[in-house]
Each structure stands twice: as C-alpha cells, then as structure tokens.
Nanobody
C-alpha cells in the first residue's frame, strides 16, 4: 500500500518561505516520479513541479524561480521549497507519485515521468498553505 504523508504547511506572510515535505512508504520510492500539486478553494487542481528518478525537474511556468522541488532517496522524502510566497499561493498542497511504467508481455519498462499537467497515480492527503498580505 502506497502512503504519502505531507507536512510543513502553515500560515506565512507575503514574501515569506515554507518548505513542504512528503514522506513516502510502501513502495520502491526511488523508482517513482514524484510531484507537488495544489488546489485553491473554488479552483481546479494545478501542477506545481515534478521530479524524475534521476533528479531532473520541471515546473509550471508560474512557479519557476520561486519554488524548488528536490528529493532525498535515502529518506524516501520529496521536498518543495517555496520562496517569495504570495497570497495567490494559498492552497492545499498535495504530494503525488507515479511509477511511470508500461507493461510489455510479462515485463515492465520505465517510461518518462508525467508532466505537471498530467495525472499521477498515488496521492497524499495534503497540507494547507495560507499566505496573508
């Protein structure tokens, strides 16, 4: 059973920083693509950042330069460092994982990680981030 548990959310003033953590268990963490998404009240969920198994990253355009995703495979943890927070960053932030494999006959093969606009397979319960002006 895959489990993703987020932490590190809270309330911060505009311009402040937070670091979110996501602890993973129940599967081969290092072989999975990891990502952060967020959902603000009344809005659709949007992708924030994706990190591949080799540490390569991709971001939603609006997050570039302010947010940074990283992973520590020894700790089975993925992080989201958020700097220069704005009130519009207020949302529930979710950690997600995807094995990104396909099956051919009896074997499984890796494929590219989903992008920030693509669905992921496993989800955490979320951690709330509130930014006040």
């Amino acid at each position: 059973q895959v489990q993703l548990v987020e932490s590190g959310g809270g309330s911060v003033q505009s311009g402040g920083s937070l670091r979110l953590s996501c602890a993973a268990s129940g599967y081969a963490y290092s072989s999975n693509c990891m990502a952060w998404f967020r959902q603000a009240p009344g809005r659709d969920r949007e992708g924030v950042a994706v990190i591949d198994r080799d540490g390569s990253t991709s971001y939603a355009d609006s997050m570039k330069g302010r947010f940074s995703i990283s992973r520590d495979n020894a700790k089975n943890t993925v992080y989201l460092q958020m700097n220069g927070l704005k009130p519009e960053d207020t949302a529930m932030y979710y950690c997600a994982a995807d094995p990104a494999v396909y099956r051919n006959g009896g074997d499984y093969y890796r494929k590219s990680c989903p992008g920030v606009r693509d669905p992921f397979t496993y989800w955490g319960q979320g951690t709330q981030v509130t930014v006040s002006s």
